[in-house]
């Protein structure tokens, strides 16, 4: 979950790499049943995506597109 919200986070601000992530995580609750996680990154615009894998950039260019396409339609919410 983590990965995926900090991955729409990106795509939101225009970005579209994430890079120094880091994960932390702990067991809350009375029992230690739980357990909270945190993720942190930086948000970057990668300009020459030419140097990625193609497999690589089509899913950039698919995220980007679906992300655009949801953006539009909340505007009829």
Known sequence: MCFAQIRIQT?????NA?????I???EVGAAKGM???C???TAI?????DI???EKTEIL???SYANQRLKELSKFD
């Open 18 to 22: 994430v890079i120094a992530t880091d």
């Open 11 to 15: 795509l939101n601000l225009g970005g």
């Open 61 to 63: 260019d698919k995220l």
């Open 45 to 49: 615009k990668l300009n020459n995506t």
């Open 24 to 26: 932390d995580f702990s």
């Open 39 to 41: 993720m942190a990154g």
């Open 52 to 54: 990625l894998e193609k």
């Open 35 to 37: 357990l909270m996680v």
